[in-house]
């Protein structure tokens, strides 16, 4: 497959961030590369996607120009392929989190809980009293997560702390035992949510708060389909929309109207309009909305019928936690 897609995100002090803006969008454009990047005081976050010499060259720029001052120069990435650009468009933008959780003072370069490696996840959730925590979204979860772990039921990260303080209140899964807090795992697509989670449970008084490093992308890329405990397929925020073991492209398609990726189960039903509405969006829109969508599709198809890309069939997901 022909296109490089690089998932990467980094919690590093960029108080100038604002001035890097210009010149990483000059330098992704003047490589060919399409995607999003977020830049905030906290770090730098983003996919991107292009030729695999163009995305090295990009990857190159973030690590060694003298502009991030070797601020970036450990920056890791995860790698997987498109048979066709995920992207349409370059967007490099100024955010006050690369992740909006909405909680001040939770610094994860300073606070998050330990990282743990693909390679021994699988020790660590097995383990008894351990809480497995999803920290993605219920769109996410539907379509697939690991074994045994919660649901928190958020529409977007920035509800999980309102989860956690209810569940530590209410004598749930994160209530302490005896005065003791329990050991936590969390885990989300590529590790940021879970990183930033767990310097929010940090906060809260846990002591023992792990976090899959690289996230599910990275389990996915090194665990053997036959150890593996994850069950499903994993979404991802471009026009892949999920990728299974290996990071193979899965087989799912976007909601236009939502952004929700859409199951056999969901295409059946008689709320599924193609670029319209589903099951989980009909009853949130008005008839004119609809009516403008049908349009919208109206044109997306005449463009597919021409053999040619239709922008308006593209709605980023990137934004969407």
Not at 134 to 155: K, L, Q
Request: net charge negative.
């Amino acid at each position: 497959m022909p296109f490089l897609t690089a998932a990467l995100y980094k919690f590093v002090e960029l108080p100038d961030f604002a001035e890097l803006q210009a010149p990483l969008l000059a330098v992704c454009e003047a490589n060919g590369i399409k995607g999003t990047l977020l830049l905030a005081a906290e770090g730098i976050n983003g996919t991107i996607a292009g030729r695999a010499d163009d995305v090295q060259a990009v990857l190159a720029y973030l690590r060694g120009d003298p502009i991030f001052q070797d601020r970036l120069a450990t920056l890791e990435h995860k790698e997987s392929w498109a048979s066709a650009m995920p992207f349409y468009r370059m967007k490099v933008r100024l955010k006050k989190e690369i992740v909006t959780l909405g909680v001040p003072d939770v610094h994860p370069a300073l606070m998050a809980g330990q990282y743990v490696k693909p390679t021994e996840w699988n020790q660590l959730i097995a383990q008894p009293g351990v809480v497995l925590v999803d920290t993605r979204n219920d769109y996410e979860v539907s379509i697939g997560t690991f074994a045994g772990a919660i649901n928190p039921a958020t529409a977007s990260f920035s509800e999980l702390p309102g989860w956690v303080e209810r569940e530590m209140q209410s004598g749930g899964k994160l209530a302490p035992v005896d005065g003791i807090q329990p050991k936590v795992a969390m885990f989300c697509t590529g590790g940021i949510r879970c990183e930033k989670s767990t310097a929010f449970l940090k906060s809260k008084g846990f002591d023992e708060v792990y976090h899959l490093e690289g996230g599910i992308l990275k389990y996915l890329e090194t665990v053997p389909e036959a150890q593996s405990r994850w069950q499903g397929q994993c979404f991802v925020f471009d026009e892949r929309v999920s990728v299974g073991h290996g990071l193979l492209e899965g087989d799912l398609e976007l909601c236009r109207s939502c952004r929700d990726p859409l199951t056999d189960a969901a295409k059946a039903s008689p709320l599924y309009e193609r670029g319209v509405s589903c099951p989980g969006c009909h009853a949130s829109t008005t008839d004119a909305q609809k009516a403008g969508y049908r349009q919208r599709q109206k044109q997306v198809d005449l463009a597919e019928a021409r053999k040619q890309s239709h922008i308006g069939a593209v709605q980023s997901t990137s934004q969407k936690p």
